[in-house]
Every structure is written in structure tokens, then in C-alpha cells.
């Protein structure tokens, strides 16, 4: 029996210890006479890599210049999003995650009543993969638990620490797709499709029994009135919006 | 009686154990049965999985198909007016067509131009109370699904009883089936013979029997389209389209 409960200790410490994926953080200085709310994260000025040189509907892993920005640390709760649209109805005991089902205007403007604006294409990827290139915002891969092909499963927004971006930003890899203030554009598009749909970021892409990660230049779109289960937003702003 | 009675211990659960075990390893018929899901053997007029050119036939539970003559669709649960339909009944509804995308689980999609009647047209004649949010689906061939009811009144969801111009075959879910694009095709129930509008939501078919969940909707990632001979593409999420679809206007 010792034996048994010997086992069963060193795998609960093997997988605690698993389990503790610290990402590593850039270091960040905010300048004096910027204030950042608690719920947002100062992104500074600079370059970033932006794409990947073989997804040819990215901007192919060219140097971005980004201003710099404040963007929400975690998605939109649906207990959030209740302040702003009284009638909405959630169960109280999903509070914390991430408000779905809601179209592109809604969370435009939602984010406008916050004084905010929805993420742009270039503030959404910086803040994902900062300025060392990260293909995954927490830099390494790891298998992802929600193995059920066709569901769904989100989560608590401030659930992931294991998953956060280089600035300390959650759900950028995983939870809720994202809405994106941009129309979604690529040279060469087709004439019919142009300002059709708006970019969407930041959620999985399954392809059968697999759960793949969604790399941080992926590009998704969608129709700027759909609503689904798996969409949701966050909100940016430049640093005088406050 | 004598069962419950017993005293649940150890002894107990061995010897239910050993019963079940001894079940599982005899030949069905032995006890009378005709449970042909489990078998290899399933007889050729059965609706079954075939993997037709061009559409994929997949069937939960295989059995004859419906006859018209013996077929009814009970409308029912928390509604103010229920009803029972007949086939020919189904001709009253006002048409709908539009050529939507199934895709399957299974990472393949195939395309049809579907004929029926929108969803309200329903409720117009059951008119549900304002509690009923809930839809559950059963069919022919005992397979159950479920649905809020705002999902059922999106503009491409159809009640459908013609494909590509004909009566529904047995196959794709004679006399009537659901078409909802932007679901996987488990949610498109076929072979429908009740809805029951309820203020509680039930579980479907495959959330009891797979790991599918009962939401349903088309996650973004990989399709492999029978139309396309199965060159994998991109899909965005919620109703497929590729680049040789035509959009809805």
C-alpha cells in the first residue's frame, strides 16, 4: 500500500510540476504621465514581425511598426458585458467567461461606450507574440485538452496563466476568436470580397479528432453580422483615451 | 424487488458483472433481438452508412426507412395549439429553396439544393408560449436532437422534404429532415416524427453516445469536400462556403 501512495505522490508532483509553464514576459517601462486601468496592459512603441513568410494572406513575417497602445488583459466577460447591454442573460455561474454570440457592432459598441476601440490587426498580433517572433503567445506548444471534435468548450477569461501573451495577456491563443476593427484584406482579393468581412483572431482551429493551436498571425474572418458560440472580443485604445 | 432488496456489496456487483459479460459474448439472437447497430451483417434495404459518390450517407440507427402512409409528425409540449401532420400536409407550407453545405464530423462536406419550409411556419400554426425556448427532434429511426428555439428561426435553417429537386430519398431522411447549415450534420436530424417545444433543454442523440457535444456548431478549421474531391480547405466557421460556392445574397 505504502508503495501504491509512493507512486501516486511522484506522479501529482511530476504533474504539478508539469503544469507550472511559466511564459516568459518582456520587460515593459510605462512612461511617466501614462496611467494604465487595471484591466489593461501598456503595449510599448516599436517593431514586430508581423505574418509568416509562407501564409501568403499575412503581412509574410515583414517588420510592423506599432504606436503605443493599451489593450484589455482578458476578453470581455459576459458579466461585463451585462453593464452595457442590460438584457442580456447569462448563467451566473459563467460569469467570468468570455461573452459569445454577439456581432461585430455589438462589440464595436460596447467598446465605444468604454471609451475604447476594438483591436486593430497590428495592436491584436503585437500583443500576442511581442518582438521575439512567437508562433504560440507562450512561445512553446502544448496540447490542448479540449479534445472533443465538435465542441467548444470556453472558459473562465483569467483561467490560462500557462497561456499568456509576452505582456501578460490572456486567451490570445485559445477561448473565444476575437473581433478585429479591420476589414479583412489581402492583395489580391477578390473585388466581390472586399470590405464583405471583418478579421477575427485568436481562437483554435480544429480539423477532426485534433485540436491544433491557432498560431498568432493566423487570420480568420467572418461576416460582420454573423454571431457564434465562439466568438467574442476585447477592446484597445491608444494611450490618451484615458 | 428481490434485486433491490439484496444488499449492494461486493458479491453482488461481481455477480451482476459476470451476467453482463456473459450477454455481451452471446449471439444476439439468443434473447430475441434485432439490434442491428452493432452488426457487421446489417441487411442491404436498411439505411445505413454508405459512402455514396458525391454525398455521404450516414445513419445513427439503421432500419427500413418510412413508409408515407404510416408516417405523422406530432407537434406538441408548451404550445397553445397541437398538431399531428400527414404527409400531404406538407405541401401547405410555403417553399423555400437554397443550396446549403452539409458538413460532417467526419471532416467531409457535400453540397445539395434543399426544398421545404421555414421553421416559423410552424410555430405560426403550434404557437408556443413565450417560456418554450427549447426544441427536441425524434425520429424514425429512435434518434433525438435538440435545439433553442432562436437557433431553429435563423434565415437558412429549413424543414426540408425535397433534395435536388426530388422527394427526399429514405437515405437523406424521407419524409422530413432538418437542414441547418451552420450546425454539423448530426444536428440535421432526419426521418422527423415529433417536436415538442419545451422551457428545459434535453440532450441530443450523440451527446449521449459520442463525443460530440449538442451545441453543434461548425468550429473554424479543415473541410474535405466530396465535391471537390476531397482537396482540404479552409473553413471559417459556422455555415461552410468554399471558393466554388455561391454565396447566399
Same mark, same amino acid.
Given at each position: 500500500?505504502?508503495?501504491?501512495?509512493?507512486?501516486?505522490?511522484?506522479?501529482?508532483?511530476?504533474s504539478?510540476?508539469?503544469?507550472n509553464?511559466?511564459?516568459? #514576459?518582456?520587460?515593459?517601462?510605462?512612461?511617466?504621465?501614462?496611467t494604465?486601468?487595471?484591466?489593461m496592459?501598456?503595449?510599448?512603441?516599436?517593431?514586430?514581425t508581423?505574418?509568416?513568410?509562407? =501564409?501568403l494572406?499575412?503581412?509574410?513575417?515583414?517588420e510592423?511598426?506599432?504606436d503605443?497602445f493599451?489593450i484589455?488583459?482578458?476578453?470581455v466577460?459576459?458579466?461585463?458585458?451585462?453593464?452595457?447591454?442590460?438584457?442580456?442573460?447569462f448563467? +451566473?455561474? =459563467?460569469a467570468?467567461?468570455?461573452?459569445?454570440?454577439?456581432?461585430?457592432?455589438e462589440?464595436r459598441?460596447?467598446c465605444?461606450?468604454?471609451?475604447r476601440? /476594438? %483591436?486593430?490587426?497590428?495592436?491584436?498580433?503585437?500583443?500576442?507574440?511581442?518582438?521575439?517572433?512567437?508562433k504560440w503567445?507562450?512561445?512553446?506548444?502544448?496540447?490542448h @485538452?479540449?479534445?472533443?471534435f465538435? $465542441?467548444?468548450? %470556453?472558459?473562465?477569461?483569467?483561467?490560462?496563466?500557462?497561456?499568456?501573451? @509576452?505582456?501578460?495577456?490572456?486567451?490570445?491563443?485559445?477561448? &473565444?476568436?476575437?473581433?478585429i476593427?479591420?476589414?479583412?484584406?489581402?492583395? $489580391?482579393?477578390p473585388?466581390t470580397?472586399?470590405?464583405?468581412f471583418?478579421?477575427?483572431?485568436?481562437?483554435l482551429t480544429?480539423?477532426?479528432?485534433?485540436?491544433k493551436?491557432?498560431?498568432?498571425?493566423?487570420?480568420?474572418?467572418m461576416?460582420p453580422?454573423?454571431?457564434?458560440?465562439f466568438?467574442?472580443?476585447?477592446?484597445?485604445?491608444?494611450?490618451?483615451?484615458q | 424487488?428481490?434485486?433491490l432488496?439484496?444488499?449492494?456489496?461486493r458479491?453482488?456487483?461481481l455477480?451482476?458483472?459476470s451476467?453482463?459479460?456473459?450477454?455481451?459474448? /452471446?449471439?444476439?439472437?439468443?434473447?430475441? /433481438?434485432s439490434?442491428?447497430r452493432?452488426?457487421?451483417n446489417?441487411?442491404?434495404?436498411?439505411? #445505413?452508412n454508405?459512402?455514396?459518390? !458525391?454525398?455521404?450517407i450516414?445513419?445513427?440507427? +439503421?432500419?427500413?426507412?418510412?413508409?408515407?402512409n404510416?408516417?405523422?409528425l406530432?407537434?406538441?409540449?408548451?404550445?397553445?395549439?397541437?398538431?399531428?401532420?400527414?404527409y400531404?400536409?406538407?405541401?401547405?407550407f410555403?417553399?423555400?429553396?437554397?443550396?446549403?453545405?452539409l458538413?460532417?464530423?467526419?471532416c467531409?462536406?457535400?453540397?445539395?439544393?434543399?426544398e421545404?419550409f421555414?421553421?416559423?411556419?410552424l410555430?405560426?400554426r403550434?404557437?408556443?408560449d413565450?417560456?418554450?425556448?427549447? &426544441?427536441?427532434?425524434?425520429?424514425?429511426?429512435?434518434?433525438?436532437?435538440?435545439?433553442?428555439?432562436?437557433?431553429?428561426?435563423?434565415?437558412?435553417?429549413?424543414?426540408?422534404?425535397?433534395?435536388?429537386?426530388?422527394?427526399?430519398?429514405?437515405?437523406h431522411?424521407f419524409?422530413?429532415?432538418?437542414?441547418?447549415?451552420?450546425?454539423?450534420?448530426?444536428?440535421?436530424?432526419?426521418y422527423?416524427?415529433?417536436?415538442?417545444?419545451?422551457d428545459?433543454r434535453?440532450?441530443?442523440?450523440?451527446a449521449?453516445? !459520442?463525443?460530440?457535444?449538442?451545441?453543434?456548431?461548425?468550429? %473554424?478549421?479543415?473541410?474535405?469536400?466530396?465535391?471537390?474531391? =476531397? =482537396? @482540404?480547405? %479552409?473553413?471559417?466557421? !459556422?455555415? &461552410?462556403f468554399?471558393?466554388f460556392d455561391?454565396?447566399?445574397?
Amino acid at each position: 500500500m505504502s508503495r501504491f501512495l509512493g507512486v501516486v505522490l511522484i506522479l501529482l508532483i511530476f504533474s504539478i510540476s508539469c503544469s507550472n509553464k511559466e511564459v516568459e #514576459q518582456l520587460e515593459v517601462h510605462v512612461p511617466h504621465g501614462i496611467t494604465v486601468p487595471e484591466d489593461m496592459v501598456y503595449i510599448p512603441s516599436g517593431k514586430f514581425t508581423m505574418g509568416h513568410p509562407d =501564409k501568403l494572406r499575412t503581412k509574410k513575417g515583414r517588420e510592423v511598426l506599432a504606436d503605443a497602445f493599451l489593450i484589455d488583459r482578458f476578453e470581455v466577460t459576459r458579466e461585463k458585458f451585462k453593464t452595457f447591454k442590460l438584457e442580456y442573460i447569462f448563467h +451566473p455561474k =459563467k460569469a467570468q467567461f468570455p461573452v459569445s454570440m454577439v456581432t461585430y457592432a455589438e462589440a464595436r459598441d460596447y467598446c465605444r461606450w468604454k471609451g475604447r476601440q /476594438l %483591436p486593430t490587426e497590428v495592436q491584436w498580433e503585437k500583443a500576442a507574440r511581442g518582438t521575439d517572433g512567437r508562433k504560440w503567445p507562450w512561445r512553446n506548444y502544448y496540447e490542448h @485538452p479540449n479534445n472533443g471534435f465538435s $465542441g467548444f468548450i %470556453p472558459e473562465a477569461v483569467d483561467q490560462r496563466k500557462e497561456w499568456i501573451s @509576452p505582456y501578460g495577456i490572456y486567451g490570445m491563443g485559445h477561448n &473565444v476568436w476575437e473581433w478585429i476593427s479591420d476589414w479583412y484584406y489581402y492583395d $489580391g482579393i477578390p473585388e466581390t470580397d472586399r470590405n464583405r468581412f471583418k478579421v477575427i483572431r485568436g481562437g483554435l482551429t480544429q480539423t477532426h479528432t485534433m485540436v491544433k493551436f491557432t498560431p498568432t498571425y493566423f487570420r480568420n474572418k467572418m461576416e460582420p453580422t454573423a454571431y457564434f458560440n465562439f466568438i467574442g472580443f476585447r477592446c484597445a485604445c491608444s494611450i490618451k483615451c484615458q | 424487488m428481490k434485486i433491490l432488496s439484496q444488499k449492494l456489496n461486493r458479491r453482488f456487483f461481481l455477480r451482476l458483472f459476470s451476467l453482463s459479460a456473459i450477454t455481451a459474448i /452471446l449471439p444476439q439472437r439468443v434473447f430475441g /433481438l434485432s439490434d442491428y447497430r452493432r452488426d457487421k451483417n446489417i441487411p442491404k434495404q436498411y439505411i #445505413q452508412n454508405r459512402d455514396s459518390p !458525391g454525398f455521404f450517407i450516414r445513419s445513427a440507427n +439503421p432500419f427500413m426507412g418510412v413508409n408515407s402512409n404510416d408516417w405523422s409528425l406530432s407537434i406538441r409540449g408548451m404550445v397553445e395549439n397541437p398538431i399531428v401532420l400527414k404527409y400531404e400536409d406538407l405541401f401547405g407550407f410555403k417553399i423555400v429553396s437554397q443550396i446549403s453545405r452539409l458538413k460532417c464530423v467526419e471532416c467531409w462536406s457535400a453540397s445539395a439544393q434543399w426544398e421545404g419550409f421555414h421553421f416559423q411556419e410552424l410555430i405560426k400554426r403550434v404557437k408556443p408560449d413565450s417560456e418554450a425556448k427549447y &426544441v427536441y427532434f425524434q425520429s424514425a429511426d429512435s434518434y433525438y436532437e435538440s435545439y433553442t428555439l432562436e437557433e431553429l428561426i435563423r434565415p437558412r435553417v429549413l424543414m426540408v422534404w425535397r433534395m435536388n429537386g426530388q422527394p427526399l430519398s429514405k437515405d437523406h431522411g424521407f419524409p422530413l429532415r432538418l437542414i441547418a447549415p451552420y450546425k454539423y450534420g448530426y444536428k440535421n436530424v432526419k426521418y422527423i416524427t415529433s417536436i415538442e417545444f419545451s422551457d428545459s433543454r434535453k440532450r441530443n442523440y450523440w451527446a449521449n453516445h !459520442g463525443p460530440y457535444s449538442i451545441d453543434g456548431t461548425i468550429q %473554424p478549421g479543415i473541410d474535405h469536400p466530396l465535391d471537390f474531391n =476531397k =482537396k @482540404p480547405l %479552409p473553413i471559417n466557421g !459556422g455555415e &461552410v462556403f468554399h471558393s466554388f460556392d455561391e454565396r447566399p445574397s
